[in-house]
């Protein structure tokens, strides 16, 4: 039996330490975190987060090897395991500011450990850092006067939100590195140890810990890179009359390729894709290597482009005005089955219709309370409406922001009748039916397609 504590029980943490609960009945697991709010949001049968699956689980093990707390001194004390998974985000201040990651929780984190601790323990950098971030918190935990000696190990987290305990359960890989010495290999097996309860043994990938760390923002930086390869297609499919779910299809079915992640879009969002690039990118910069720096920062690039650029397409086919007219939002979170809104598509566009004195009307089945409060900001020009049909009822047009299979099922035709005409829909992440739309009457514009419209010579490739 092993006392196997997370510190940060967010996005990561929570699931991750519900999945290990399930399948390790014989270890005891907390997950503590300073936000108390959030804490007794996981004690309670209203988790702070939305995730397919997870609610079961929780229920399953809470109470038996899974607790959540506040108290972080006594587990810390307590613990022979310790996982990080504490938020790494983009640094706002001072040097790299905008780029480099900012490590000031993670490093706070690595202070209370050895406070609090009274034994040798392994730590495990779960959240996404910095190539050699365990070389800077091996020397704050190793530098303690008590004689205690602490193994960090790297085991970053592929798991996506929207399908998080399915990618936990049956991950494709688990990654885990550690230093090449009997201590920090004994780390690592003790991991691995945790793992290969449910993961088949030949899916955990043991290296280094440079490896470790370098894979995860390579990981992050290569899925972000096809999102924006993809939108930077689709823009030329707009100008040429090409289609591009015609062209992924017609790439991706080379096997060298592959089909996934090649869904043009609105653009790309989520906590993780743009801070771990210029994560990257950063480091590129500080070692000297400023091409390489340049290549990957045109990958978020491109995706501000795509995000501002819809909104462009918008006002261009609305007559060159979005003013006082009203606008159906339908998604608020960055991706269908989460109610993350973190860096989402959808407040950008939102945020970019407002500078045009749009009326912007939010619907979303699970992320409207979170962006609400990403929009606090501008809350009196923003309505937050949970019926799509009311957001869309006297609205001169509907953008799909977010892939939610419930927008797809809704009934477009009884949709037109309560709306201004002429009507538009623009569909950010081709999920509907264009063709049909088009018969009903509204004018249809799609990320990498021509446009259906009702005018004359409105096809630019016309
Ligand atoms: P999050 O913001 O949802 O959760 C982090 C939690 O850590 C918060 O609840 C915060 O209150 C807590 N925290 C911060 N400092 C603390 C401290 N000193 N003591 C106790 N708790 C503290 O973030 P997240 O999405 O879970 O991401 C965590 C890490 O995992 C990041 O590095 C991220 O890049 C990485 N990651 C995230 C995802 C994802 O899908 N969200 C996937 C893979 C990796
Ligand atoms: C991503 C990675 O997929 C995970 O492996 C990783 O662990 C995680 O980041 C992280 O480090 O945080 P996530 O951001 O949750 O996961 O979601 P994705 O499915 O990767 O989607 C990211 C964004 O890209 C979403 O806005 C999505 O709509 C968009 N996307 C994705 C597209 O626009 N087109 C696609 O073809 C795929």
Redesign the pocket.
């Known amino acids: 039996m092993a006392n196997i504590l997370c ?7 929570g699931p991750t330490m519900a999945v290990i609960a399930k399948h390790c009945p014989e270890h005891r697991i907390v997950a ?4 108390a709010a ?1 804490i007794a949001a996981w004690q309670s049968d209203h988790l702070p ?1 939305y995730e397919p699956g997870l609610k079961e689980i929780v229920l399953a093990v809470r109470g038996k090897n899974l607790f959540f707390s506040t108290e ?1 001194e006594r587990h810390v004390a307590e613990a022979d395991i310790i996982f990080v ?4 985000p983009t640094k706002t201040f001072g040097q790299g500011a905008g780029k480099a990651a900012d490590l000031q ?1 993670w490093e ?2 690595a202070r ?1 450990i050895v406070e609090s601790s009274s034994s040798s323990k392994i730590v495990v950098e ?4 910095p190539v050699r971030t365990a070389e800077a918190m091996e020397r704050i935990l190793n530098s303690n006067e008590k004689g205690l000696f602490f193994d960090v190990v790297s085991n ?6 929207g399908t ?1 305990v399915e990618d936990m359960q049956n991950p494709n890989r688990v990654l885990v590195g550690g230093q090449q010495t009997p201590s920090g290999q004994r780390a690592v097996q003790a991991i691995v140890d945790i793992y290969a309860h449910w993961v088949p043994r030949e899916r955990i990938i043991t290296t280094n810990l440079w490896s470790s760390e370098l894979s ?1 923002l390579a990981a992050n930086a290569f899925l972000a890179q096809r999102v924006s390869s993809i939108n930077a297609i689709a823009n030329l499919c707009e100008k040429t009359g090409a289609d591009v779910t015609e062209v992924a299809h017609a790439i991706g079915t080379d096997s060298r390729i592959g089909a996934r992640f090649l869904q043009a879009s609105v653009g790309f969002g ?3 894709f743009k ?2 690039i210029l994560n990257l990118v950063y480091l590129c910069e500080f070692y000297g290597l400023d091409e390489v720096a340049a290549y990957w920062e045109q990958v978020v690039r491109m995706n501000a482009y795509q995000q501002a650029s819809f909104v462009s397409k918008m006002v261009a086919a609305m007559f060159n005005t979005v003013a006082g007219k009203r606008i159906a939002l339908f998604g608020a979170a960055f991706k269908a089955h989460t109610s ?1 809104t973190r860096e989402s598509p959808a407040l950008a566009v939102c945020r970019e219709l407002l500078e045009e004195h749009a009326h912007v009307v939010i619907t979303d089945p699970y992320a409207l309370e979170s962006a609400r409060a990403d929009l606090h900001d501008v809350a009196g020009r923003v309505t937050f409406e949970p019926d799509p049909y009311a957001a869309a009822r006297d609205a001169h047009a509907i953008a799909i922001a977010t892939e939610w299979p419930q927008f797809a099922k809704l009934d477009y035709a009884a949709i037109y009748e309560t709306m201004v005409h002429p009507a538009f829909i623009f569909d950010g992440r081709n999920i509907l039916d264009h063709n049909k739309l088009f018969e009903i009457g509204y004018n249809v514009y799609a990320v990498g397609k021509p446009p259906l419209t009702h005018f004359e010579n409105s096809n630019p490739v016309l």
Do not use: H, R
Request: glycine residues 10%.
């Open positions: 510190i940060g029980a967010g996005f990561v943490g503590v975190d300073i936000n959030k987060i972080i998974s504490v938020n790494t929780y706070k984190t209370q779960k959240s996404t850092l970053p987290e592929f798991l996506a939100e998080a995860k989520g906590s993780c801070k771990d993350d």
